[in-house]
Structures are given as C-alpha cells and as structure tokens.
C-alpha cells in the first residue's frame, strides 16, 4: 500500500519561499500521479498542483500559477513543492496525494494522502 509522508512545514515570512517534499513508499511511484493540495481552518480543500507520473505534465491552480512549482524525482520516490512568493492566505496545512488522474484537481479523486504539514506565513 502507498504511503506518503511529507517534510516538515514551518513559519515563513510574507514573501518568502519554503519547499515541501513529501517521500513514497509501499509502492512503484513512477506509476502515480501526484498532487499538492491544502486545507485552511474552516475551508475545504484546495487542489494547488499536479504533476503526472512521469513528470512530463503539471497543472496548477489559479491561486499559486507563477508563484509555485511542482517538480518530482522517481529515482527518490519524492514529490516536491517549491513555494514562492508567499502570503499571509497561504497559510494552511499541506498534503501530497496520489491519484489516477493528474489533470484533475478535485480532492475527491485522489486515493492516497499523507498526514499534511502545517505552514504558516505570517511576519
């Protein structure tokens, strides 16, 4: 069974820039779709971005196009996510995912979550 665990978080200043990894096990990963996504206090979740199984293709959403990035390295079963830019609105906790399909960023399609990571951006 795939198991996904994500890097610690951390307090960020306003405009600052925080990368996020999150580690695959249990399965083949170059065979998963993978996404970012993130839940604020009261709010659902929001799909940030995805990236297919082999890298080739990313999709972002609208929030963060231009200020993150979705970047994977099979030979370290790792997806990252490189974070620029960052505002206080960014803060939330953070979860990688698998999924079958990459160009989808609904959170109900996607089958594997780790534990999420706290960020928070605030001076």
């Known amino acids: 069974q795939l198991r996904l665990v994500e890097s610690e978080g951390g307090l960020v200043r306003p405009g600052g820039s925080l990368r996020l990894s999150c580690v695959a096990s249990?399965?083949?990963?170059?065979?998963?779709?993978m996404g970012w996504f993130r839940q604020a206090p009261g709010q659902e979740r929001e799909g940030l971005a995805s990236i297919s199984a082999s890298g080739s293709s990313t999709k972002y959403a609208d929030s963060v196009k231009g200020r993150f990035t979705i970047s994977r390295d099979n030979t370290r079963d790792t997806v990252f996510l490189q974070m620029d830019s960052l505002d206080p609105g960014d803060t939330a906790a953070y979860f990688c995912a698998s999924g079958p399909y990459w160009w989808d960023l609904s959170p109900a399609r996607w089958n594997y979550w780790g534990q999420g990571t706290q960020v928070t951006v605030a001076s």
């Open positions: 249990g399965v083949r990963f170059d065979t998963f779709d």
